[in-house]
């Protein structure tokens, strides 16, 4: 659950409309190049340092089979402080 949803009792969305499917069998994915696992890296690690609220909701996503992991985080954003 978002934390969002935790402070307004409300349930996640994702979590209440999302049902794991059982006994499938796990896709086999193309291996990243190393300019591609540089990204992943580098995005897992940016990710963990200023939004590390994130993690449980990129982790139910993969769970969920909608994401593929870590190489489907495609973009993240930093914002300096005082910006909007």
Same mark, same amino acid.
Request: no cysteine; net charge neutral.
């Given at each position: 659950?978002?934390?969002?949803?935790?402070?307004?009792?409300?349930?996640? *969305? %994702?979590?209440?409309?999302?049902? #794991?499917?059982?006994?499938?069998?796990? !896709?086999? &994915?193309?291996?990243?190049?190393? /300019?591609?696992?540089?990204?992943?890296?580098?995005?897992? *690690? %940016?990710?963990?340092?200023?939004? #590390?609220?994130?993690?449980?909701?990129? !982790?139910? &996503?993969?769970?969920?089979?909608? /994401?593929?992991?870590?190489?489907?985080?495609?973009?993240?954003?930093?914002?300096?402080?005082?910006?909007?």
């Amino acid at each position: 659950m978002n934390e969002y949803a935790l402070a307004t009792g409300r349930e996640s *969305r %994702l979590a209440s409309s999302i049902v #794991p499917i059982e006994n499938e069998k796990p !896709r086999v &994915l193309p291996p990243l190049s190393e /300019i591609e696992q540089a990204r992943v890296a580098e995005n897992r *690690r %940016l990710v963990h340092t200023h939004m #590390p609220e994130l993690i449980p909701e990129i !982790r139910e &996503l993969a769970a969920f089979g909608l /994401i593929d992991g870590w190489r489907n985080v495609r973009s993240i954003e930093i914002l300096k402080k005082g910006t909007s």
